[in-house]
């Protein structure tokens, strides 16, 4: 009888001593376990009930169908995390699961994802997997490329991290409008590299960024022509006229600018523009890779 008593008064002070979760969190009405209380009665067990919990963690992903409740992963991992801070493992899995695209189009849960990526990250500074997953948060999800392309620059300069990471910190840099220190970066990138393909790679990013450079120059002129005379210019002898262009630079790729159908200025020599491309025509957003 004695285990039985036990188990019963430790089930009593747990209902007892539960707490709710964050208020910035809407939840419905349950209750978890602080985990001061539970280190407390199950000492010695402290991975055999952080190990319970996960297995909660776990079934709430599978149950939840929206939004609102894959928020309510968010406590459970907390919980976890707390109970076990080495469990690496647990904030990436919950922080890749919670984002989730809602009726709208816009994103949830990236708060709360965020918030274990960097509680991780305070118990394994500089962990590459939890420092990957933040930024591709910001760069799909947010559209914060310079944030994303910070953290993938840093990733970069680990000898064994995959040798795309700088390339792709200097696509993002140039998407979010800071093409001087793409160049810079992608500069830096080819005087260091050894791989004859990915120097070629390196050398054909610093054409592209000039190109860039020239083709926002004329997006530029377009924009103020637009705005002195409420419609598109025709062509680039109307930007020329009207003393916005001084004459059509030459595309470094050997191709011809041209205005699209929507008075973006184009080459005739490369497919698409030096940024991040993201089809926002596509309701589907797909769950982050994990970091290689």
Known sequence: MRPVFVLASALLLLGLSARSP???IQQETLALPRPAVLRGIFAGQQHL???????????????????????KVYPYADLVTDLDPDFEYA?????????VQTADGQIANLPEAEKLLRKGLQRFPGNRKLLFQIAFNYMYYEGRYEEAADIFQQLARDPTAPRWYGALATRLYAAGGDLDTSAYLTQQLLEACIDPE????YERRLVEIEQERLLRAIDGAVSRF??????????FAELTEAGLLSGLPPDPFGGEFYLDEEGRARSTATK?????????????IPRSPSAP
């Open 91 to 99: 904030y990436r899995f919950a922080a890749l699961t919670l984002p």
């Open 49 to 71: 009930i952080a190990d319970y919990y996960w297995l909660l963690t776990i079934n709430r992903v599978g149950a939840a169908t929206t939004a609102e409740e894959l928020r």
């Open 272 to 284: 698409h523009r030096l940024e991040f491309i993201r089809d926002a025509r596509d309701p589907v």
């Open 226 to 235: 637009e705005d002195a005379r409420g419609e598109r210019p025709r062509d």
């Open 22 to 24: 964050s208020r910035s």
């Open 198 to 201: 990915l120097c070629e790679a």
